[in-house]
């Protein structure tokens, strides 16, 4: 048997929206954040919908349109020292709250994103 996905859990690309939404309003007053993200996030947080989307066992939305993730490789351009992936958790943690995603589907995304935060890292402080 094939069990639901957090993606179906959650309500669906509806709450992927809501999370990402609350995210990217945090990321553009994040003082770490600022320097690396251009100045319109609107098509940032567009690809972002469509990989958690994906990410989340989803649709593989993220692939049919930009292809294979290669999420470190897409990031090696952008110095992510340890304190920025700490200040993209911290933006993350609060949006999954302020959208109000219920245990045990918060930590688990939580830990999943904390994963793959760690594995961006390409500088050092
Ligand atoms: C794109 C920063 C972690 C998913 C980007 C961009 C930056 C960035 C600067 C480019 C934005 C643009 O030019 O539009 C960071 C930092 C991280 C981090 C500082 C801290 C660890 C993550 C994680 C994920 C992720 C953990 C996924 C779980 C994405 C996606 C894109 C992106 C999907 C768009 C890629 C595309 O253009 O197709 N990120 N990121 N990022 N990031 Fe991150």
Redesign the pocket.
């Not at 793959?116 to 890292?121: F, I, K, L, V, W």
């Given at each position: 048997i094939r069990h639901r996905s957090i993606y179906d859990a959650i309500g669906g690309v509806e709450t992927i929206k809501k999370i990402v939404d609350s995210f990217y309003s945090r990321v553009a007053k994040h003082p770490?954040?600022i320097p690396?993200?251009?100045e319109d996030?609107t098509?940032?947080a567009r690809?972002?919908t469509?990989?958690?989307t994906q990410?989340f066992g989803g649709p593989r939305a993220?692939e049919a349109e930009?292809g294979h993730?290669m999420?470190r490789r897409?990031?090696l351009?952008?110095p992510?020292t340890p304190s920025?992936?700490d200040?993209?958790?911290d933006c993350?943690e609060e949006a999954l709250n302020e959208v109000g995603i219920e245990e045990p589907y918060r930590t688990v995304m939580f830990e999943?994103?904390?994963l793959?935060?760690?594995?961006?890292?390409n500088t050092p402080e």
């Open positions: 770490l954040l690396i993200f251009p996030l098509e940032t690809r972002q469509l990989f958690l990410f993220y930009r993730p999420m897409r990031h351009p952008f992510i920025r992936r200040a993209w958790l993350m999943k994103l904390t793959t935060a760690n594995h961006m890292m």
